[in-house]
């Protein structure tokens, strides 16, 4: 069943439009993933889903119940739905038990202590019930927000941020368990950040979003390798671009030669385009020629851990390579692009 389904959904702030004919549906246990650059309209998008904003157009429903639409919507307290923030939002004066238990209103003493004590236990904190937030580390806090958000069993959980504020490597274990709490839980989430690399360790699938609008929503690998538009591309992570022009279903003609697409090109022969291509895709090796007229060169290399960012300077233009051979500064280099699908824009951008 769909937990959520927004449709024609438009937002505005004193007459200013944030949100722009927006449809999304999350299905029951997914995990979507809302990627955007700061001020794209992400967080607007949780503000109305959680009941906290009202929207100017279209409508949002839950579970097949319309709960905002222009003509009105329900207050955030009878959406059974869950949140976590970056900044964990949790009370300085109560202890991890009262925090969790917060929104427990209406059980018993005695039921509200086992649901707190399941909580605990599901999100590895057993035996801490009776710390404040200040005397838990980052990773800690985050769970104790983990456990309050389910405490009630919401049908949907929204999760603005929640790992900025953690430590990079404890970041990637919580990243991990988190996701896999909800799946065991199967609650549906919509997770908001701007970091490509949660989105893709967390989501089942992502939506690119740029000015209230999504632009593309799929799974990681279809998103990254094959990019509805230039802005997509660029977002999921960086490229070269280079203006090529199609000989035929699977050749183009570039500064670089001929690149072959291991798929069919979307396009007509002598058909002018750009091709995108990640650094990754390329291979590189020192030039065997003697005395090239108009070689490659490096112009610089930079150790990132698990490879070299390098730049090479081909003519006019300077193209990012990763690598794993150094080569000194100036060294004539042959570049050729391995066989992948190639991804083309036409002059407006829009994928071909």
């Known amino acids: 069943m769909t937990a959520l389904n927004i449709s024609g959904l438009s937002c505005q702030y004193d007459q200013t439009t944030v949100l722009s004919n927006l449809d999304l549906q999350v299905e029951d246990g997914e995990i979507v993933c ?8 992400k967080t607007t998008l949780l503000k109305a889903i959680s009941g906290l904003l009202q929207p100017s157009a279209g409508s949002i429903s839950l579970h097949g119940r319309e709960v905002s639409s222009a003509r009105g919507t329900l207050p955030p307290e009878q959406r059974s739905i869950g949140m976590i923030f970056q900044d964990y939002a949790l009370f300085p004066h109560l202890t ?9 209103k209406d059980l018993s003493r005695k039921d509200t202590r086992k649901r707190v004590e399941e909580m605990l236990e599901l999100v590895n904190l057993s035996g801490l019930e009776k710390r404040y937030p200040h005397e838990l580390s980052g990773g800690q806090q985050q769970r104790v927000a983990i456990a309050r958000a389910l405490a009630n069993n919401p049908s949907l959980l929204l999760l603005d941020e929640p790992f900025s504020n953690i430590d990079s490597q404890v ?22 950040t701007h970091s490509r690399d949660e989105g893709f360790a967390f989501a089942d699938s992502v939506a690119v979003m740029h000015e209230g609008k999504i632009l593309q929503r799929g799974r990681s690998f279809d998103v990254y390798n094959r990019p509805a538009n230039r802005f997509v591309a660029e977002f999921m992570g960086s490229g070269n671009l280079l203006p090529c022009e199609i000989i035929n279903s699977r050749t183009v003609s570039t500064p670089l030669g001929l690149v072959e697409s291991s798929k069919e090109i979307a396009a ?17 090796e020192k030039c065997q020629c003697e005395n090239p007229a108009d070689p490659a060169q490096i112009k610089s290399q930079q ?15 300077i193209l990012v390579v990763e690598n794993s051979i150094p080569f000194p500064e100036s060294t004539a280099v042959e570049l050729s692009v391995q066989p992948h699908d190639l991804v083309l824009f036409d002059q407006k951008g829009h994928s071909l």
């Open 34 to 41: 809302l990627l955007g650059r700061s001020g794209c309209g």
């Open 96 to 104: 991890v038990f009262h925090n969790i238990a917060f929104g427990l």
């Open 171 to 192: 970041r990637q274990r919580l990243v991990r368990e988190i996701r896999d709490i909800l799946k065991q839980q199967k609650v549906a989430g919509l997770f908001v």
């Open 268 to 284: 007509k022969p002598g058909q002018v385009a750009e091709l995108f291509i990640r650094p990754q895709m390329f291979s590189i």
């Open 303 to 317: 150790f990132m851990g698990t490879n070299l960012r390098t730049e090479v300077k081909l003519k006019e233009s």
